[in-house]
């Protein structure tokens, strides 16, 4: 399945929940920024913990805060992009996976170049030649009872004849 991405939020609570990590970390850098920024201002001789103190703060930093609360989108959009990498090759693996357990065809999987564990695909394929090898043994050998089967009833229906 090589090709262009269609969708990049694949597993929403996967990459969900990394975004929103994302998200809790640009916020407690921001905070803990601010809180710094405070306690520096008064030990450099402001001894005030005011309004007025975070007011001035806020005209000094605050193009700061606004700056990076207007990159966080675009770094949110590449994290997902990225995690895309990997919960899509397992959003891939989960769908056949099923399919093989429902002994539904499955096709030959393949990840995009880029995508994360490219080798599983790999050892699923050779999984699913394994299994499907196993069921054609195991029809052949039930054809083989059910043929010897057959043959002893005839076999006895013979003898009961005469």
Not at 8 to 21: C, L, M, S
Not at 22 to 29: H, K, P
Not at 61 to 71: N, P, R
């Amino acid at each position: 399945m090589a090709g262009k991405r269609r969708q990049y939020f694949v597993d929403p609570k996967v990459q969900g929940g990394i975004a929103a990590r994302c998200v809790a970390y640009w916020a407690t850098c921001l905070l803990t920024t601010f809180i710094f920024l405070f306690f520096w201002s008064y030990l450099r001789g402001n001894s005030q913990f005011d309004w007025e103190t975070a007011n001035r703060l806020w005209i000094r930093y605050g193009a700061v805060a606004i700056a990076s609360a207007l990159l966080l989108p675009f770094i949110v959009w590449d994290v997902i992009k990225m995690t895309n990498r990997f919960a899509g090759p397992m959003f891939r693996l989960r769908r056949e996976m099923k399919k093989l357990a429902a002994g539904e065809t499955v096709n030959p999987l393949f990840f995009r170049h880029g995508d994360y564990w490219r080798e599983m695909a790999d050892d699923f394929n050779r999984l699913v030649v394994r299994v499907r090898e196993l069921e054609a043994k195991d029809a052949l050998t039930s054809r083989q009872a059910i043929h010897d089967l057959a043959a002893k009833e005839e076999l006895l229906a013979a003898e009961n004849a005469r």
